[in-house]
C-alpha cells in the first residue's frame, strides 16, 4: 500500500488549497479513506474521512473543507477553503486494510495570519 499526499504550501488567512493523495496497493474505490493532520505539540487529528456512500468532518473544518475521491484516477482530494492560521499542520491521507493502518507522507500546510 502506498499513499502519496502533495498539495501543500504557504497560504494567507481565508486562501484555499486543494490536497492531493494518490493511492497505490489497494482496491481504491472501496477502501475507507481519511485526512488526518498533525500541527506542532499536537497529536494527529482526523480532518475528514470517507467510506462507501459516507463522509464525515471534524467539527473545526465543517463547512470549510471538503473531501472527494476520484475513483477512476485512486486519489482522494481535500478542498480546504476560508483557511485559516489553527489549520496549519502536516496533513496525512489514511487508509485502513485488513485492519491496518496506513500513512503516507504527509504535506506540509502553513497558514499566515
Known amino acids: 500500500v502506498q499513499l502519496q499526499a502533495s498539495g501543500g504550501g504557504l497560504v494567507q488567512a481565508g486562501g484555499s488549497l486543494r490536497l492531493s493523495c494518490a493511492a497505490s496497493?489497494?482496491?481504491?474505490?472501496?477502501?475507507?479513506m481519511a485526512w488526518h493532520r498533525q500541527a506542532p505539540g499536537n497529536k494527529r487529528e482526523l480532518v475528514a474521512a470517507?467510506?462507501?456512500?459516507?463522509?464525515k468532518y471534524a467539527d473545526s473544518v465543517k463547512g470549510r473543507f471538503t473531501i472527494s475521491r476520484d475513483n477512476s484516477k485512486n486519489t482522494l482530494y481535500l478542498q480546504m477553503n476560508d483557511l485559516k492560521p489553527e489549520d496549519t499542520a502536516v496533513y496525512y491521507c489514511?487508509?485502513?486494510?485488513?485492519?491496518?493502518?496506513?500513512w503516507g507522507k504527509g504535506t506540509l500546510v502553513t497558514v499566515s495570519s
Open positions: 489514511n487508509t485502513n486494510r485488513r485492519g491496518v493502518d496506513y
Open positions: 496497493g489497494i482496491i481504491f474505490s472501496i477502501s475507507p
Open positions: 470517507t467510506g462507501v456512500g459516507t463522509t
